[in-house]
């Protein structure tokens, strides 16, 4: 069936690049997307991918993607303590039907 | 900037109660859906609706659960009679179509089952 994978957790110090994996397994998602919530907060969306892309940049986030192996990947460079959040991997499905994984809570350091 | 709002921000209810939960979509969007975060898990699809009636459910989404349009702008998630297990934070969220790359979510209501 479908489902997304991520790792739990990442302690990154402030300035320097956080890299947060996600696999997934449905191969005809359209877009892969990365969300952010925050304490208390709702679902941001902060970028997304095109699945017949390998790339995008926005600013200081990298998202790379891997189709052959499943693996979505979401760097964000120069990582400032406003960057500490839970961030979720997500495939879109059939009518709209968004797939969550369970999150990476990043803890950004001093 | 258009956003999709949710009241209550925080609802509590004693099990056995009847709960509505409420959701202004994207005053141009077509597609509707709620999805549901139980404290420390990932969030979860329950349904989506379309042109007056559900389009997708999950298994979460069974006979208690109900989703109607009253109106031209509202969107309501029923529980007819909650359980323990339905605490949890209910998002809400909207597109302009099924392929819409976007879907919007709103702020969540945090539903609390005593």
């Known amino acids: 069936g479908e489902d997304v994978e991520q790792s739990l957790f990442l302690s990154v110090r402030e300035g320097d690049s956080s890299v947060i994996n996600c696999t997934y397994t449905?191969?005809?998602?359209?877009?892969l997307y990365w969300y952010k919530q925050e304490p208390g907060a709702g679902l941001q969306l902060l970028t997304y991918i095109f699945s017949n892309m390998d790339m995008k940049q926005d600013q200081r986030l990298t998202v790379l993607l891997n189709k052959k192996d499943k693996h979505l990947s979401l760097r964000i460079a120069d990582t400032q303590t406003g960057d500490s959040a839970i961030y979720f991997c997500a495939e879109n499905g059939s009518w709209g039907k968004f797939q969550f994984g369970a999150g990476t809570q990043v803890v950004v350091t001093p | 900037e258009p956003e999709v709002t949710q009241t209550p921000s925080h609802q509590v209810t004693q099990m056995g109660q009847e709960v509505i939960l409420r959701c202004v979509p994207i005053?141009?969007?077509?597609?509707f859906y709620w999805y549901r975060q139980i404290l420390g898990q990932k969030v979860e699809f329950l349904v989506s609706?379309?042109?007056?009636?559900?389009?997708?459910k999950s298994e979460i989404f069974d006979d208690q659960f109900s989703v109607e349009r009253p109106d031209g702008s509202n969107f309501t998630l029923k529980i007819r009679s909650t359980k323990l297990e339905d605490s949890a934070m209910y998002f809400c969220?909207?597109?302009?179509?099924?392929?819409?790359?976007?879907?919007?979510f709103g702020p969540g209501t945090r539903l609390t089952v005593t």
């Open positions: 449905d191969s005809s998602s359209t877009y």
């Open positions: 609706f379309y042109n007056n009636e559900i389009s997708e």
């Open positions: 969220a909207s597109s302009y179509d099924s392929s819409s790359y976007e879907q919007y």
């Open positions: 005053s141009n969007h077509l597609y």
